[in-house]
């Protein structure tokens, strides 16, 4: 398995940030954001295929795009139809889901559930299409960590301020369970098929090795070697002080990349404050705090100019060497 991740969007204008997750024959894509524009760039089967949405804050530069994913998909029934948020969430997006005549969909049955985020549970609210989303139908609260829990990623959240909650997700792959091929061989075991058997199967189930029975968490024991898997972050719109660090240090530790908001140069340090969102020094901070191995600075003001771009990505490799801009933006 492995993490792969994409900035849609361009500098200065909304960006998202959208997660492959290669499980073996599995492809899951995750989205997180969904800005104006953002999903220009996909075709309409990709779009479709997006397996969950994850909302930061439903602010218009984040939850601008959303026509657009919803156009793709709003009569589906092939995959879960599930919208993440915080608190606030299922009333706004209610009013998204409603803004559309319906008067051709009372025979489908597709459904949609919008998960708001709360400190202690996630309140789960359904819609169903063949009522014109109408009716708001309370569902069972579900827990608030992890957030998803999946055979191959695990989704978890932290709570941000940005003079209201923005939320900070990181997705991490399970762990890898590799064969270690030396032990095979110590053991005068030779590969093939039910290599697979014992990196896939119950513990419980007993399979043939060379003429021996065995059961499959004996040979895991003795064959497997257990790796962390990938994790990617995505932090956005949200004031940073000392409290804030020491709560995201733990979270993010062993993250591959922090995707993270640069709305502002080291300069207007006191306008960030005031807007509740962070400068480059400062998302090079919490990199370095949390020990990523890449930053990527999204979420530029469209109020820096193209010209003063690089001025912003100045700012922060004097503390975190590995900070870059994505790499499809134009500098």
């Known amino acids: 398995m492995s993490l792969e991740y994409h900035i849609l969007g361009a500098a200065g204008r909304d960006n998202a940030l959208l997660v492959y997750v290669h499980g073996g024959d599995a492809l899951a894509r995750v989205l997180f954001d969904c800005g104006d524009g953002c999903l220009a760039g996909l075709p309409f089967a990709e779009i479709s295929r997006i397996d969950e949405l994850f909302f930061s804050h439903l602010h218009m ?4 795009g959303f026509d657009a994913f ?36 009372d025979a489908k049955s597709t459904a949609w559930e919008v998960a708001e985020v709360h400190p202690d549970r996630v309140a789960r609210t359904r819609f169903r299409l063949n009522e014109h989303f109408a009716a708001a139908h ?35 792959e399970r762990p890898r369970r590799n064969i270690e091929v030396s032990r095979l061989a ?20 007993v399979i043939d090795v060379d003429g021996k029975s065995l059961t499959v968490g004996a040979l895991r024991a003795l064959l497997l070697v257990e790796q962390p898997g990938e994790a990617v972050a995505y932090l956005t719109d949200f004031r940073l002080d000392a409290a804030t660090l020491d709560a995201l240090t733990p979270q993010l530790y062993g993250c591959k990349a922090l995707v993270c908001e640069c709305a502002y140069r080291a300069a207007d340090a006191e306008l960030a404050t005031r807007n509740a969102h962070l400068t480059a020094p400062q998302a090079a901070e919490i990199a370095v705090a949390a020990g990523v191995g890449t930053l990527v600075l999204i979420h530029l003001s469209d109020r820096c100019p193209p010209d003063e771009r690089p ?12 900070t870059v801009f994505p790499r499809d933006w134009k500098r």
């Open 61 to 64: 530069d984040h939850i601008g």
């Open 70 to 105: 919803f156009r793709c998909n709003y009569d589906r029934t092939l995959r879960p139809n599930r919208i993440w948020g915080p608190p606030g969430s299922a009333r706004i997006l209610q009013h998204r889901f409603q803004g559309f005549l319906w008067n051709l969909t």
């Open 138 to 172: 309370p569902a069972n609260d579900g827990p608030r960590a992890p957030l998803l829990s999946t055979p191959h990623y695990t989704v978890e959240a932290v709570a941000l301020d940005h003079l209201t909650v923005s939320l900070g997700y990181i997705i991490r």
């Open 186 to 205: 110590a053991r005068g075991l030779k590969p093939g098929s039910w290599l697979r058997t014992v990196k896939e199967a119950p513990a419980e189930t």
């Open 311 to 322: 001025e912003i990505l100045a700012d922060a490799p004097a503390i975190c060497p590995h």
